[in-house]
């Protein structure tokens, strides 16, 4: 019988032999066979992409997490999906089984900031060469390709700052030059927008946010076409980066909630920008949301939903009063990641400190010194509790 992507979600995977509802947690390092002729096969399984139950050595993974992966190539309608211990391990995966010495990297200038740091700082150690591209304009991504350029990296919608990318032009352009395309699609999900079907040749979401769902567990999941496949299992196997069972578990138990999680997000992130659009201290909301922006077209013409991540651009000639704003939020928690159950807050520093350093600043973005960029993740709990807290706190800001 053919299921809908929700029906599937809710069951996907279960422990037969135990007659579990859920999948069971292996935890392996030695994989035992019964000759070695049997080894000698399933290592060639393995290579070839082949259906398997197990791996031959527990660092490529487990049971468990052969488990999850199964679930996210049904997703992201994938060739093979690998797993990483943190969602960052997934970007750091697919750079460095890709990018060699004398090669280019173009990359997106609103990438979430430690995949800024790794393409501008560390590769420059290997001799790779990164260039930041605006995310406003294909035309400045057009023109910085070179006979170089082997990878172009793009997060969309962009961090912190939410700009849409048109998505199909980046991957025509790079068929053409031959050129590998990543996205990180953490904030859409392969739930509302599928990398792989528009032509990326990998697609990345940080398993810590919304698959996991529950603030509990972190990992990566970069899912790849057969193009990329040998290259990035070459160095995959090589460099342990794999996701543990117990995390696999958890992020399995996320993933069956994910459609109705998403859902409940976004209804509860209409509601909160409805009551935020009029607020004077306000200048802008970072989200898709006026269907007669530019971001709102291309959001629509490539996602069939939206979710809970969007930032506030507030005018304020004191910066102390914004975040003054932000400790006095009750039901908003103020820390890193987002994706979970809860509502946080962040005051987003993007400004350059020094003369061409972008590490934590921006290129291309530009607001005025009274400006301030602050980060919302709209949780679970009952929107109308959200607005009262977020009115009663806006009127710190002078």
């Given amino acids: 019988m053919k299921k809908s992507i929700r029906t599937f979600l809710k069951h996907p995977t279960k422990d037969n032999s135990n007659r579990s509802a859920n999948p069971a947690v292996i935890r392996a390092s030695t994989i035992l066979f019964n000759s070695m002729q049997e080894l000698y096969q399933h290592e060639k399984k393995i290579k070839k992409n082949q259906t398997i139950s ?5 660092r490529y993974g487990s049971s468990t997490t052969i488990e999850l992966e199964n679930i996210l190539k049904e ?10 211990g943190t969602g960052f391990g997934g970007v750091a995966l697919a750079i460095m089984s890709l990018c060699r010495p004398g ?12 995949t800024k ?59 053409k030059k031959k050129i590998f395309t990543f996205l990180d699609n953490t904030w859409g999900t392969p739930l509302y927008l599928k990398p792989l079907k528009i032509g990326f040749d990998m697609s990345f979401s940080s398993a810590t946010k919304y698959f996991s769902g529950h603030s509990d567990a972190m990992g990566g999941s970069l899912a790849v076409n057969k193009k990329v496949f040998k290259k990035i299992m070459f160095f995959y196997k090589l460099s342990g980066y794999r996701m543990s069972a117990d995390e696999a578990y958890l992020i399995i138990r996320g ?22 659009k009029s607020h004077k201290k306000i200048k802008e909301i970072l989200y898709p949301y006026k269907p007669s922006s530019k971001n709102y077209k291309l959001w629509k013409k490539y996602y069939s939903g939206a979710t809970g991540l969007f930032s506030i ?27 979970g159950f809860e509502s946080l807050a962040l005051l987003q520093e993007l400004k350059s400190r020094k003369k061409n350093e972008y590490i934590q600043g921006r290129k291309y ?20 509790d959200l607005i009262n807290d977020l009115k009663i706190s806006l009127r710190y800001i002078k």
């Fill in 54 to 58: 197990h791996y031959s050595y527990g």
């Fill in 75 to 84: 997703l992201e309608q994938a060739y093979h999906v690998f797993l990483t």
């Fill in 103 to 114: 090669d280019e990297l173009l990359v997106s200038d609103n990438v979430y900031g430690p």
């Fill in 117 to 175: 740091e790794i393409s501008e700082k560390l590769l420059s150690e290997f001799k790779v060469k990164a260039k930041f591209y605006n995310p406003d304009s294909f035309n400045d991504l057009k023109n910085k390709v070179s006979k170089k350029t082997k990878m172009i990296l793009v997060e969309n919608p962009g961090s912190n700052t939410f700009e849409f990318q048109d998505l199909a032009k980046i991957t025509s352009l790079a068929k």
């Fill in 255 to 276: 993933l069956r909630t994910l459609d109705t999680r998403l859902n409940q997000h976004y209804e509860n992130t209409k509601k909160v920008i409805n009551f935020l």
């Fill in 313 to 339: 651009v507030i005018k304020s000639k004191k910066k102390s009063s914004v975040i003054k704003f932000i400790n006095s939020l009750e039901l908003f928690g103020i820390g890193y990641s987002w994706g």
């Fill in 365 to 384: 973005y530009r607001f005025d010194d009274n400006e301030h960029i602050v980060r919302l993740h709209i949780g679970l709990e009952d929107p109308k």
